[in-house]
């Protein structure tokens, strides 16, 4: 038995709501200090765009790994507003 072709992921076709940037940040940050797969396994984003849920469910780690290297500027920016270090925490806090 095969299983059906993959269907190619294309990251400029979502666009990103505050939440859902803020979803990546968090799953980048738990990358970077506790690995891929912890982030994957442990705060795999919960986005608002459903389309984009859909998509990444096919193959989360890599599709992920593409949509962050897509929007690496805007979450590397994100970083960079004065509110940043206290909303990541507030926001994770939620999340735990």
């Not at 990546?24 to 442990?42: H, P, T």
Request: include cysteine; glycine fraction near 4%.
């Amino acid at each position: 038995m095969h299983e059906a072709p993959q269907s190619p992921f294309n990251p400029a076709a979502h666009q990103l709501s505050d939440h859902d940037l803020l979803e990546l940040v968090m799953f980048d940050a738990v990358c970077v200090s506790q690995g891929s797969g912890c982030a994957i396994e442990e705060y795999a984003p919960r986005f608002e765009n459903e389309t984009l849920t859909a998509a990444i469910g096919c193959a989360p780690l890599d599709r992920l790994k593409t949509l962050l290297n897509y929007h690496r500027k805007a979450v590397d920016a994100w970083w960079k507003r004065p509110d940043a270090v206290d909303l990541f925490g507030s926001y994770h806090a939620a999340r735990a």
